[in-house]
Every structure is written in structure tokens, then in C-alpha cells.
């Protein structure tokens, strides 16, 4: 199983990106998906979540401006940056909790992380 995200780089205050995360290999199901960043110095803080049935929750700084979505059909999740700010800077992980099979319990599974820098 792997988790591969794309759609990092650079942007300037008020611009706007998209990341995008795929699952594939062989498991069972993809249950929520999310979006994590790490700032330098700062410990991992969940930026946005998305269930199977497009429940979403959203961190307060990013409420407004960032949309999650996702395509079960292709194990994929999105996130869309709108109107970036300097403080979004971070390495942007993908995750999910993704079943590997019938008979196994659900786990949690990371991406490898996608640097986003917003410059002023």
C-alpha cells in the first residue's frame, strides 16, 4: 500500500494550490482521508479530514479557504488551497485509514510529505 501526493511548491500570498493524494496497491478499503503539515519547529496538526461519505472537518485557520474532497472510486483526496497565507508554509502529508483486507482491522497509513512555501 501506498499513499502519493503531488501538487506542492511554491506560491505567493493569496494564490492558491491543490495537492492531491492517491492510494493504491492492494487493500480492502479506504476509509477517512486527511491532510496533515508541519511547520519547522512545530509539531503535526491536522489541516483537514474527509470520511467515505464526505463528512469534512477542518482545522479553524484553514476554515474558509481550504477545500477537501475526495474520489473514492480512485482512493483519491484533494485538498484545495485558496488564499494562501505566509503561516500555510509547511511539509503537507497525506493520510489514510485504509484497511488492508476483509479479515484485518483498519490502520493508519502516511504519505511522504509535499513541501508548500507561501511567500509574502
Known amino acids: 500500500v501506498q499513499l502519493q501526493a503531488s501538487g506542492g511548491g511554491l506560491v505567493q500570498a493569496g494564490g492558491s494550490l491543490s495537492l492531491s493524494c492517491a492510494a493504491s496497491g492492494s487493500f480492502f478499503r479506504v476509509y477517512t482521508m486527511g491532510w496533515y503539515r508541519q511547520a519547522p519547529g512545530k509539531q503535526r496538526e491536522l489541516v483537514a479530514s474527509?470520511?467515505?461519505?464526505?463528512?469534512?472537518n477542518y482545522a479553524d485557520s484553514v476554515k474558509g479557504r481550504f477545500t477537501i474532497s475526495r474520489d473514492n472510486a480512485k482512493n483519491t483526496v484533494i485538498l484545495q488551497m485558496n488564499g494562501v497565507k505566509p503561516e500555510d508554509t509547511a511539509v503537507y502529508y497525506c493520510?489514510?485509514?485504509?484497511?488492508?483486507?476483509?479479515?484485518?482491522?483498519?490502520?493508519?497509513?502516511w504519505g511522504q510529505g509535499t513541501q508548500v512555501t507561501v511567500s509574502s
Open positions: 493520510n489514510a485509514d485504509l484497511r488492508p483486507d476483509y479479515y484485518s482491522r483498519s490502520t493508519y497509513y
Open positions: 474527509i470520511t467515505r461519505d464526505s463528512n469534512t
